[in-house]
Each structure stands twice: as C-alpha cells, then as structure tokens.
C-alpha cells in the first residue's frame, strides 16, 4: 500500500487547510486510515482515524471540534479538514493505514507516507 499525503503549508493561527491522501496498491486489505503528526522534538501522535466503512472514527482530544476526518474509499483518498488551527497543531503531519480497525498506537498501522509540513503561525 502506498500513501502519498498532500495540502500542507503556512496558515496563520484561526485558519484553515485541508490535508488529502491518496492511497493506492491493496487498500483492500487495510480497515482504518489515519492522521499522525509529529511536532519537532515531540513523538509521533495520533490525530484522527475513521475505518475505510466510514462507520467509526477517532479523534485526539486535542482536535476535537476543529479537524474533521473523512475517507472516500471508492477513491481511495483521505481527508482532513482542519479548522481554528493553533500554532501547536504545526508539526509534520503523515496518513497511515491499518490491517486492523482503529489501532490506539504508532505501532498499530501498517503503512505509511511521507509527512506533509503544516506550520499555524501566531
């Protein structure tokens, strides 16, 4: 499975972007895709997930109410809608995906792509 993130950029802080991932190559054997994203100097943290169903999400406490995450699977494609951005939420942000549905952990997902730099400024 091959991911390929997109949409990244500058956005002054109360902005807003949209990240997308097009996924390609047996996403048929993966249940869940995902946002993570990692901060420099910080781990790498869950964001948001939603099972290629639609059916379940998750979000981190910290996005709740400002990131909507969302997948097409007949295309095959990510995304994720962020809204009142914060300069905390600037961070390398990377999608992912799982043979497993909704995985609490880094460790849990199967696939990643390269990261997208998004950078919220005050």
């Known amino acids: 499975v091959q991911l390929q993130a997109s949409g990244g950029g500058l956005v002054q802080a109360g902005g807003s972007l949209r990240l997308s991932c097009a996924a390609s190559?047996?996403?048929?054997?993966?249940?869940?895709i995902g946002w993570f994203r990692q901060g420099a100097g910080k781990e790498r943290e869950s964001v948001a997930a939603i099972t290629w169903s639609g059916r379940r999400t998750y979000y981190a406490e910290s996005v709740k109410g400002r990131f909507t995450v969302s997948a097409d699977a007949a295309k095959n494609t990510l995304l994720l809608q962020m809204n009142s951005l914060k300069p905390e939420d600037s961070a390398v942000y990377y999608c992912?995906?799982?043979?497993?549905?909704?995985?609490?952990?880094?460790?849990?997902?199967?696939?990643w792509g390269q990261g997208t730099l998004v950078t919220v400024s005050s």
């Open positions: 992912a995906a799982s043979r497993r549905i909704l995985p609490s952990t880094v460790q849990g997902y199967d696939y």
């Open positions: 190559g047996g996403t048929s054997s993966t249940l869940t």
